[in-house]
């Protein structure tokens, strides 16, 4: 009767869980509670880059209740592309048993789009993710990660330091929020790219720029 009391005590503390303030350090996902769930992730939605570390800035989107995404912006010469991958449904529980994951198997499908970006709007981009990605702060704390909202893992091959990234977990207001309105920019202009989404993108910079210039 005292565990079962226990373990509802801490269902009620992550239920009152407060959101992350900011973008933390990544954790280790070899010592994750996780890491099987987040090896699936990676492994069925996270592009292969290939001829080494290729430039980029990425956004992986864990919703509790709804399909995995990952969006990724590739830097070029003349215009920048962006690729958006979404699972079908949720994979938590599609590979109970963890096994090295290869392909997508049973009813489970990946959605692939791809679009072009402005490529003055590509840099800026880039920017406000370095800037974010470049003032970390340690961990909250045991409550910081929830049972359930959204876990947004923010990543970018920065040159001079390699691969660099940050996580928050069902975001406020701040940079983080910031970057994660970027990464919903970026998904919708992939699905339906218009004059709209690129303006959308645009609106999103200077105050990416004034909240990171802010935590320097």
């Known amino acids: 009767m005292k565990c079962q009391r226990a373990f509802f005590l801490v269902l009620l503390l992550l239920s009152f869980a407060t959101p992350s303030p ?7 996902v070899l010592s994750d509670d996780l890491a099987c769930y987040h090896a699936t992730v990676g492994a069925l939605l996270v592009p292969q880059e290939s001829g080494g570390s290729a ?6 989107v864990m919703p509790s209740f709804s399909p995995e995404w990952v969006v990724t912006l590739y830097p070029q010469v003349g215009s920048a592309r962006v690729e958006l991958r979404v ?3 949720p994979l938590w529980g599609e590979y ?3 096994p090295p994951v290869t392909k997508v198997r049973g009813d489970l499908k990946v959605r692939v789009h791809s679009a072009l970006l402005p490529e003055d709007l590509a840099e800026e981009i880039v920017a406000a993710w370095r800037k974010a990605l470049l003032h970390l702060e340690p961990f909250a704390g ?3 990660h929830g049972s359930d909202g959204v876990s947004y893992h923010a990543s970018a091959w920065l040159t001079g330091y390699g691969l660099t990234c940050g996580e928050t977990w069902s975001p406020g207001p701040g940079k983080n929020q910031t970057l994660v309105r970027l990464a919903e920019g970026l998904r919708a202009h992939t699905e339906q790219p218009s004059a709209e ?5 645009r609106s999103l910079i200077e105050p990416a720029g004034k909240n990171t210039r802010s935590q320097e």
Do not use: G, I, N
Not at 197 to 201: F, G, Y
């Open 96 to 98: 109970p048993d963890c």
């Open 197 to 201: 989404t690129v303006a959308l993108l």
């Open 55 to 60: 430039p980029f800035v990425r956004m992986v």
């Open 87 to 89: 699972a079908s449904k």
């Open 142 to 144: 045991a409550w910081s």
């Open 22 to 28: 900011c973008l933390e350090p990544c954790r280790d």
